[in-house]
């Protein structure tokens, strides 16, 4: 009986062996262990047995059961294992087939390089604030030093409502209405839309956007002027980015200056965006006047100030490259889809 | 303000930088060179020769063979210019050099090479030159030949640089200069500067004193009856004129400033202009009656032929310069056809004078004149400086032999300018510029350009050509120039610490800009002003409010005449470009004001209100734009009871697709598919689709809190409700039907099927709900289901929908 015990285990393991899909496994399983299997047959033949061999013998079987069933297990696993790697291998996808995408918006560079501009400052403690795009002529001119007759009125080609009221022509009249409301010390940015009467052409726009800075405080100095805009220039332009301070003249700083910046894009040797130069014009900037001030009722002997202004176009044009300003107002998706 | 490095050399003769050194220390001390070219730029290896012999060309009639000696060497030019002959001097381009440009005028950037060559089998060593070819003209140099070979003087040297003598070898600069510092419109300003920059000593032109025995006085009586208008007046009296050329160097300086040399009178004012800074007119004293000079104002309406004989319409704001019985002049603008120089003048009467800069810039914009004279008096000129400038040109007069001067001046000068005295505080300078200079450091820097410092007074004198100069910070600005605003120290601001941040309004912004983005539209920009012919475009009746608009007085065009009042053209001509440049699928937004006169005429600053605007055609109908609405309602956190009414009747809207959004019965808004014929007025030619949000009234609602709610924890249970609709019912009144029914346990209701056609009788809708039940704190049994569905089934009958099941 052990003999039959050890063939029917030696010919189960041997078929298990060769079988080649999950039907053949089935069969064997019917064939060895089924209810007319092989193994079944043996135990109903156990009245054969000497009754003292019978549970060594049950043991034995039951064993060889297992041994069988365990092999049997593990060849269904490759087997159904080797059935998935078969299926997936006729899934294949052509991963370079074109993506499916949602359609999502684009942000104007105006507003990118805008938004980038308020981070920065926001960083180092400014408030954003905000002042009316029609304006006094008050705050336009008169409190910014700025007064009637004065040929800056005409150098900036205003549009008039009437005689007291203007479209803004730069984000500056914000700062003698920050300053008015009197609470000190101030920091603030006023980005926002200006107007000059200029023609619409590749480098003119009667509406642009300045963005507006102001600090006032005890013991405000040029040279904190200076740092707070060397900083600025560096995280807007990059870390290795240079300035320099030349004097100019605005009527409500004093002293007044330029800044230039290192060209961004060739480093300062000199490239096609800086004319050659190296070096790059982005804003105005200086020491508030006394006299506004004054005007805007704040002692100029016990607080000082500073004040800057940026093109905001300026800044977009040449950061994106884009080389006629009427792009940024025709709206063409074409041109939108690439910030 | 265009001036050559040669004529700063004359005051700064020490000077000796290139030009580019020049360019970027003017540039940093606060007068800034925007540009310079060489004259000779273009110009290489050209000589003094001397035409030793002229042979005809055996092949060429119109071509001739000069023997043409160079100083070391006789070469052969073969040339077909017709005016030179033997002996004459001429400039020669040898073999290997260059000429700026043809003898037509025309240049040509980086110049022409000239080589050896043959012309018509002759050789030729180099080539003659014409004024053109040498990159001028005979504007400016108006002893050239009309056509052909520039002539030297007899006296040149032969073999010279050729380039030298003409005065070519020079740098034309170009400075902005900025309107405070009026001083710099001169060549002597402008020398001041150098010198104090490059620290060189500055030797301005020494005026000694002119004039014959007689006296001014006994020539002219000056009368200013505007004294305001005219602070100063000088007149000095040139007699026996004798007009001729101006000298070589005269005319190449005028020339170089882009002045036309013309006789040595007029070429003597418009010298002392460029280099004072200070305007004159030279009348014919024979003309002017009564020997007499009254300024005053124009009568009304007065007309006065000008020197360029053109006749000219007056008000009584423009100030004249008259003799006994007649206008002579417009003051400060340009004189008149009837005293003007002629070739025959005898005696002349020199004015310098200084007129109101203010009147003289509106009346050279009113008469629609402005000269090169109004253009240095409109900045508000020194009255002090007249003097000096009259007397120079006296000198220039006498040097050049011009005419007899006649002694002293009549000087009508009522309000003596005097120089500003401000108190020097070197702590204060320190203070503002967060420097250490010393006092002496400061006093040097001061010093450098012509302050003076009063020891004992403390107190620093600026001369009264600096206009600018009033306060401590005016000379921190003068020591910080000449210290180097690059030597300033970099800080940053000490003191209180400031938090920075967004209003909240703008975050409201931004959140519009990620909605809108994240839903396909793309940011756009419009211009705020626009024409008012688009409210006939968009259908706006004729008594609308919109139309109420904020005028702009002087617009580029009436196309930007007005400030808009609604965003709608701005968004619809975006799309109509967008649309006839064939982009497929475009969805814009824009965040920008509208501006809405609170009154007309305007007395106090219009109301300006954000308008988030959003556009699209292609993709997508009415309810994907709405959808963009819902998201950034639920964005603001503004989860309450959001209402669309269809009775919004907007004219340029499709009548039966447009609704008003209201929030807690608040209008954010409209929206709605554009109708047809404004899409076709724009050029459109698709459905088109606008909505428009005003934020102030979204801010209201707005808020970035949120409250976590819990997660409900007893299972919901869902019915199904299918119905036919009168079409008219829409399904906001069933919706609002359903909730009110349904009570506290209806947690949402939503429309799953639509459908009207066959099937379903004329007039009428199939519509079908899912309604989702729940309650917060148990499991809805049956009979809570079966009584709130009843509710809403009776709800819904008395509305006649018949419920099918």
């Known amino acids: ?339 | 303000m265009n001036t050559t490095l040669s004529w700063i050399k004359a005051y700064v003769p020490d000077l000796d930088v290139t030009a580019q050194e020049f360019t970027d220390a003017m540039t940093l001390s606060g007068t800034k060179v925007e540009g310079y070219t060489a004259a000779d730029r273009d110009l290489d290896n050209i000589v003094i020769g001397q035409i030793e012999k002229i042979e005809p060309h055996p092949d060429a009639d119109k071509l001739i063979i000069c023997q043409v000696n160079i100083g070391d060497k006789v070469i052969q030019i073969v040339t077909g210019a017709p005016n030179v002959k033997e002996g004459d001097k001429v400039p020669v381009v040898l073999d290997g050099g260059k000429v700026a440009g043809g003898h037509d005028g025309k240049m040509t950037p980086g110049g022409i090479p000239i080589h050896k060559g043959k012309l018509r089998g002759v050789e030729s060593d180099g080539m003659m030159c014409s004024i053109e070819e040498l990159g001028s003209s005979r504007e400016l140099y108006p002893e050239a030949p009309e056509y052909g070979i520039y002539l030297f003087p007899e006296d040149a040297k032969v073999g010279a640089d050729a380039i030298e003598a003409l005065g070519l070898r020079d740098v034309n600069f170009e400075f902005e200069i900025t309107s405070n510092r009026v001083d710099c419109f001169s060549v002597i300003g402008i020398a001041r500067e150098a010198a104090a920059t490059f620290r060189k000593p500055f030797h301005p032109p020494v005026v000694t004193e002119t004039g014959n025995q007689e006296r001014a006085e006994d020539y002219v009586k000056v009368t200013v009856k505007d004294p305001d208008l005219c602070p100063r007046y000088c007149a000095r009296i040139v007699k026996n004129i004798k007009l001729a050329p101006s000298p070589k160097w005269m005319q190449r300086r005028l020339a170089a400033a882009g002045i036309r040399p013309i006789n040595n009178i007029v070429d003597i004012t418009n010298y002392v202009m460029e280099e004072y800074g200070q305007p004159m007119h030279a009348y014919d004293y024979d003309q002017i009656a009564g020997h007499e000079i009254i300024v005053r104002r124009a009568e009304e309406g007065e007309s006065f032929v000008t020197l360029d004989g053109q006749e000219r319409s007056l008000d009584e704001n423009v100030l004249m310069i008259c003799d006994g019985e007649k206008s002579v002049g417009i003051a400060g603008i340009m004189g008149g056809e009837n005293s003007m120089i002629t070739d025959d003048v005898k005696t002349m009467l020199f004015e310098a004078a200084c007129f109101d800069g203010t009147n003289i810039r509106l009346s050279a914009k009113r008469i629609g004149l402005r000269t090169d004279a109004s253009g240095k008096f409109e900045k508000g000129l020194d009255p002090n400086n007249a003097k000096a400038a009259i007397d120079r040109a006296c000198q220039l007069v006498e040097e050049l032999g011009a005419g007899e001067v006649v002694g002293g001046m009549v000087d009508v000068y009522t309000k003596v300018k005097e120089p500003v005295e401000i108190p020097f505080e070197p702590d204060k300078i320190n203070a503002l510029l967060g420097t250490s200079l010393s006092e002496q450091e400061i006093l040097d820097y001061l010093r450098l350009v012509d302050l003076e410092y009063d020891a004992d007074r403390r107190v620093v004198t600026a001369p009264t050509f600096r206009q600018d100069l009033f306060r401590t910070a005016d000379l921190a600005e003068e020591a910080a120039r000449f210290f180097g605003y690059d030597n300033i120290p970099v800080t940053l601001p000490s003191g209180e610490a400031t938090a920075g941040k967004l209003p909240f309004e703008m975050r409201v912004r931004e959140m519009a800009e990620d909605c809108a983005e994240f839903c396909g539209f793309s940011q756009g920009m419009m211009y705020s002003f626009e024409s008012p012919k688009v409210f006939d475009k968009l259908l706006i009746p004729e008594d609308s409010s919109l139309r109420r608009t904020v005028k702009i007085a002087n617009p580029l065009g009436e196309d930007f005449s007005i400030m808009r009042t609604t965003p709608l053209n701005g968004m619809l001509t975006s799309l109509a470009f967008n649309y006839s440049h064939r982009n497929k699928d475009v969805r814009l937004y824009e965040l920008g004001n509208i501006y809405l006169p609170k009154q007309l005429p305007l007395t106090e600053l219009p109301e300006e209100r954000m308008q988030f605007t959003l556009g699209m055609y292609g993709q997508g109908d009415f309810f994907d734009l709405k959808g963009v609405l819902e998201e950034f309602l639920d964005k603001l956190g503004m989860t309450g009871r959001r209402t669309y009414d269809p009775d919004s009747s907007h004219p340029y809207f499709h009548p039966g697709r447009q609704a008003d959004l209201y929030y807690e019965n608040c209008r954010l808004g409209y929206l709605g598919e554009v109708h047809p014929l404004v899409a076709d007025a724009y050029g459109i030619g698709d459905r088109a689709y606008v909505a428009v949000l005003d934020l102030p009234e979204v801010t209201r609602f707005a808020t970035f809190d949120r409250k976590y709610t819990g997660i409900a924890r007893y299972p919901a249970v869902t019915r199904d409700i299918s119905m036919v609709v009168p079409k008219e019912v829409t399904a906001g009144r069933i919706e609002d039907m359903i909730l009110q029914r349904g009570g506290k346990i209806l947690e949402s209701c939503t429309l799953f099927d639509i459908y009207e056609g066959a099937q379903i009788q004329e007039g009428f809708k199939s519509m079908a709900y899912s309604l989702v039940f729940r309650a917060k704190d148990r499991t809805l049994e049956e009979a809570d289901i079966t009584s709130a569905m009843k509710k809403i089934w009776n709800g819904l009958e008395s509305m006649k929908i018949e419920i099918r099941s």
Request: hydrophobic share 35%.
């Open chain 1, 1 to 339: 009986m052990e003999e039959k015990l050890q063939a029917i285990k030696t010919e189960a393991l041997e078929q298990l062996k060769k079988a080649d899909s999950l039907d053949r496994l089935n069969e064997i399983r019917v064939s060895f262990l089924g209810k007319k299997g092989q193994l079944t047959a043996l135990l109903k033949s156990m009245k054969e047995v000497a009754p003292e061999d019978r549970p060594a013998f049950g043991q034995l079987v039951n064993s060889t059961r297992a041994q069988i069933e365990e092999v049997l297990e593990e060849t269904k696993k490759k087997l159904e294992r080797a059935a998935l790697d078969e299926k997936l291998k006729k899934e294949v996808l052509d991963v370079t087939l074109p993506a499916k995408r949602s359609l999502i918006g684009h942000r104007h560079p105006n507003t990118i390089a805008r938004e980038e501009v308020e981070r920065i400052f926001i960083g180092m403690g400014y408030e954003v604030v905000e002042g009316p795009e029609i304006e006094y002529d008050l705050y336009n001119f008169e409190k910014l030093n700025i007064p009637a007759n004065h040929p800056a009125k005409d150098e900036q080609d205003t549009f008039y409502i009437n005689k007291d009221i203007v479209l803004r022509t730069q984000t500056s009249p914000v700062q003698a209405r920050i300053m008015e409301q009197g609470k000190l010390p101030i920091r603030v940015i006023a980005p926002g839309r200006v107007f000059r009467s200029d023609e619409v052409d590749a480098t003119h726009s009667p509406s642009f956007h300045q963005i507006e800075g102001l600090v006032v405080d005890k013991n405000i100095t040029f040279a904190d002027l200076k740092g707070t805009l060397e900083q600025f220039a560096r995280e807007l332009f990059g870390e290795n980015t240079r300035t320099k301070f030349r004097p100019h003249h605005f009527p409500f700083t004093e002293p007044s200056a330029e800044v230039d910046v290192s060209c961004f894009k060739c480093g300062g040797k000199g490239c096609r965006f800086c004319k050659g130069s190296g070096w790059i014009e982005i804003l105005g900037c200086g020491m508030v006047h006394p006299h506004v001030f004054e005007m805007c009722g704040i002692d100029p002997k016990e607080y000082t100030g500073f004040a800057f202004g940026v093109g905001l176009e300026r800044i977009a044009l040449l950061k994106y490259e884009i080389d006629d300003m009427r792009l940024l107002y025709e709206n063409d998706s074409r041109f939108l889809k690439q910030f």
